[in-house]
């Protein structure tokens, strides 16, 4: 059973505009979340990690919240622009000594002029 | 710079053949990772390591082996390449803490495109 879900699967949005992407998990214990941004044909880079109840973090015109007790993230981004075209992850970590981590399928987001 | 680089980029492979996808870690890391991704899932955990001459398994190891002989270098082997293990194979390495927080995020390789025919 997946134990990350994101939503949507897919967006289209106009170069400028806003739009927020979901996450929500089952993973226990959670011990942090965090967004990772994939180009295509590229490898995953980290945008912002959240580790306690209601975080709030922020990194230039990505900010995302998390809800430890509804088991929800949001990544919002603001005035989109064309490079941010790419599929965007979540990933939530146990903690555990093995460190695993469980990744969501992702969010893949087109931006067009 | 925090540098993870994956050999070949992408490759073809035959079944029943043997395939060996190389990872090379410039970040003096100690835990590497081997992850495959899917298309419409998420990266699934095949093998990693958290020293030099030792591997563990991930969440998928079966048809696959792990190679560490160095800190730097992280090895994946098919060893009987099959249709179903087409995918994109991705190399991470990150720090840990023993309190078990990650305490960075992973770093991960460009990637290396498996087709399996």
């Known amino acids: 059973k997946t134990q990350v879900e994101q939503s949507p699967q897919s967006l289209v949005v106009r170069q400028g505009e806003n739009c927020v992407l979901q996450?929500?998990?089952?993973?226990?214990?959670?011990?942090?979340l965090r967004w990772f941004k994939q180009d295509t044909g590229k490898g995953l880079v980290s945008l912002t990690v959240?580790?306690?109840?209601?975080d709030k973090t922020s990194n230039g015109r990505y900010s995302a919240t998390l809800d430890k007790d509804a088991k929800h993230s949001t990544l919002h981004i603001t005035a989109t622009l064309l490079d941010d075209t790419a599929t965007y992850i979540c990933?939530?970590?146990?903690?555990?000594?093995?460190?695993?981590?469980?990744f969501g399928a992702g969010t893949q987001l087109i931006v067009i002029p | 710079e925090a540098a993870v680089t994956q050999s070949p980029r992408s490759k073809v492979a035959v079944t029943g053949g043997k395939v060996t996808l190389s990872c090379h870690q410039t970040n003096n890391h100690d835990y590497m990772y081997w992850y495959r991704q899917d298309t419409g899932h998420g990266l699934r955990l095949i093998h990693y390591s958290y020293v030099a001459d030792s591997t563990e398994k991930g969440d998928i190891p079966d048809g696959y082996k792990a190679s560490r002989p160095s800190q730097e270098n992280f090895s994946l082997i098919l060893e009987l390449a099959s249709l179903s293990q087409t995918a994109v194979y991705f190399c991470?390495?990150?720090?840990?803490?023993?309190?078990?927080?990650?305490?960075?995020?992973?770093?991960f390789g460009p990637g290396t495109r498996l087709l399996v025919l």
């Open positions: 996450c929500n998990y089952s993973v226990t214990p959670d011990n942090h």
């Open positions: 990933v939530v970590g146990r903690g555990s000594a093995l460190g695993r981590l469980h």
């Open positions: 991470a390495s990150s720090d840990w803490d023993w309190g078990g927080a990650m305490k960075d995020t992973q770093y």
């Open positions: 959240l580790v306690h109840e209601n």
